[in-house]
């Protein structure tokens, strides 16, 4: 088994979109304010007819994009005539955005941030890996004085490539943090991206852009500009775009003092009648003023100079100890070991702040902090840059490598709504190709397919472990797993809901090359299930073999709330999230049950083969 020795994300990219909780960092969901798009008024006039308001997109496996009537998607349909990139009438300086989009085959746009700095925006299913010019990537800036060949220059590829097929709906959030300038119009700090995500999979974080990218709207650089989407190279449509500025000024932390206290504090203590071990002035936060790993209490006071007055969310970070917090001297903060949010009304100009962190025995390096956001202000941090102990993970993330084809058995956790399903005989088998897959001992079920790195295996190893793992590239998830075959006393007859009855008996697997080929017993019959890599990376080749099939036996290969035929061997899942292609010449069954449409294949004939395309 190969374990990589993994990347640790800088403090700066978790702190966007997170709070802390019980250690742990948690993802927000974001509550952005929405681009409206029943017309083109959220942009300026373009100098082209190319961009249009429509109800629907559609360009499946194809380099034509089709509309029909409506709005909610914006949509750009270039012509050698008019190719005109779009401007927003929004400008902004410190943002997140998100949005979906939909590329027709081999499809190039991109998102200029303050119309200055490019994320690319490609069609590049089934490349390995990712350069400069692939989806997701920060472009390059350009200089023509460098001279021939090397024009291009900076620009940072996606750590991964996290695309998918043309024709599905992809989604991009991003983090960006604009250049700040003096009161002379100097710039003192460059722009940053602080986070990408492409499809849920973190591709930049913390990356610093010096300048603009290649085709920027203008060369100089600025507190304010509009979001600029390339026009001029091909077919490309949009929804759901969502930003939330970020334009109230950070309260600084000053004046800070310190004292420490030795002893184990497990109760808050009064520190007025207690005797400093030593004190000083700090310039930030830390717990690097006390030398010993444990036992010890520091007590920090100082001023937060509030610029704007309003609600503000403040959290005490500590590492294996206690922690209190006072505001305006009045406390904010239990006495406690896992501190929550609280907000608390601030005025303009100066409060006095107070912390306490009392470090116990365990593990952990002593690490101290405080986490401030709030309304037009970007979560930001305060303290000790120990990203892995906050985490509670000293170790970092434990990730394991997939260059050679492998098989790793594990729990595996599967969302359900707000609540996660475990699957405790999951088998994930992983391929150089960076195409990877999970399977359902248990059930004889594809539980997900995925592109990218393969599994991080931190929950299981880290520490006493919980025994999953979990995938970390781009995912396509199929609900929770149900059997694979079931017998249907007619078309419309309920599938059935676990192995009551199905005779299911779990038989292993057999490996040819490290491929596994599935095996088990169901409804009197012997079953092999194998799935392979399809070539060029475009998704996975399922072959299902059942020996003596019973009369009135299926298979169910999807269930979405719109199943959409596009020919008669290919189908389009859901909200245009994945392709089925069948093989051949199967009549499949469309049929709708609660709400929701399903996929079935009678397998009279013993055998069935389809590719997922994702």
């Not at 270039?78 to 997140?96: F, Q, R, V």
């Not at 593990?363 to 037009?376: D, E, F, K, Q, V």
């Not at 509670?392 to 595996?412: D, K, Q, T, W, Y």
Request: hydrophobic residues 35%; positive net charge.
């Amino acid at each position: 088994m190969q374990l990589k020795q993994p990347y640790k994300p800088l403090l700066w990219g978790l702190m966007v979109g997170c709070v802390l909780h019980s250690g742990v960092w948690a993802q927000q969901t974001p509550t952005g304010q929405a681009l409206k798009l029943t017309d083109l008024s959220a942009f300026k006039k373009p100098n082209g007819s190319n961009w249009q308001i429509v109800g629907d997109a559609s360009a499946p496996l194809s380099a034509t994009l089709s509309t029909s009537k409506g709005s909610g998607i914006l949509v750009n349909l270039p012509n050698e005539k008019n190719k005109a990139n779009l401007l927003s009438t929004l400008e902004h300086g410190d943002i997140d955005l998100e949005l979906d989009y939909l590329m027709a085959k081999g499809s190039n746009s991109g998102i200029y941030l303050q119309g200055r700095y490019e994320i690319q925006l490609m069609d590049s299913w089934g490349v390995k890996g990712a350069k400069i010019g692939d989806n997701g990537s920060i472009y390059q800036r350009w200089d023509d004085k460098r001279g021939a060949g090397k024009e291009g220059y900076e620009g940072q590829a996606a750590r991964q490539n996290a695309s998918k097929a043309p024709g599905l709906w992809q989604h991009l959030r991003i983090s960006f943090q604009a250049p700040r300038f003096d009161a002379k119009g100097v710039k003192v700090e460059n722009a940053r991206i602080v986070r990408l995500e492409l499809n849920g999979v973190a591709i930049h974080e913390n990356v610093e852009l010096s300048g603009p990218t290649r085709g920027p709207l203008a060369n100089n650089e600025v507190a304010r500009g509009p979001i600029l989407i390339q026009g001029d190279h091909g077919a490309v449509a949009f929804r759901n775009i969502q930003y939330t500025a970020y334009d109230t000024p950070r309260p600084a932390l000053t004046s800070l003092t310190y004292q420490v206290y030795t002893g184990a504090y497990d109760k808050e203590p009064d520190l007025k009648t207690a005797t400093p071990a030593s004190k000083g002035n700090a310039k930030s936060l830390s717990a690097g003023v006390v030398s010993t790993p444990s036992n010890f209490l520091i007590q920090y006071k100082g001023t937060l100079q509030v610029k704007e007055a309003g609600s503000y969310t403040m959290q005490v970070v500590g590492v294996n100890g206690f922690t209190a917090l006072k505001v305006n001297g009045k406390s904010v903060g239990d006495w406690t070991m896992r501190s929550a949010p609280v907000t608390v009304e601030l005025p303009a100009g100066n409060v006095p702040i107070e912390l306490v962190y009392s470090k116990l025995n365990g593990r952990g390096a002593p690490s101290l902090g405080l986490m401030i956001s709030g309304t037009g202000l970007r979560p930001f941090y305060l303290g000790d840059g120990n990203a892995e102990g906050m985490t509670g993970n000293e170790n970092g993330p434990i990730l394991i490598e997939a260059a050679n084809p492998i098989v790793h058995r594990s729990f595996m956790d599967v969302p359900n709504g707000r609540e996660r399903v475990r699957v405790t005989h999951a088998i994930s088998v992983g391929s150089p190709q960076e195409v990877h897959y999970t399977y359902d001992l248990d059930k004889g079920a594809l539980v997900q397919v995925w592109k990218g790195e393969f599994l991080d295996a931190t929950p299981m190893w880290n520490s006493r472990g919980d025994g999953s793992s979990r995938p970390t590239g781009m995912v396509q998830r199929f609900g929770v797993p149900a059997l694979s075959l079931s017998r249907l006393s007619s078309p419309q007859a309920a599938w059935v809901a676990d192995t009551v009855g199905s005779q299911f008996r779990p038989k292993g697997y057999t490996l040819k090359e490290n491929q596994p080929t599935f095996r088990y017993q169901s409804y009197g019959s012997m079953v092999e299930d194998a799935i392979q890599v399809l070539p060029g990376r475009e998704g996975v080749k399922r072959e299902i073999t059942v020996e003596k099939p019973a009369a009135d036996l299926y298979a169910r290969l999807a269930q979405a709330e719109r199943i959409q035929t596009l020919s008669d061997q290919l189908y389009l899942i859901g909200d245009k999230a994945y392709y089925i292609q069948l093989e051949g010449g199967v009549k499949p069954l469309i049929r709708q049950v609660n709400g929701q449409q399903e996929l079935l294949v009678p397998m009279r004939s013993g055998k069935l083969s389809y590719s997922l395309l994702f």
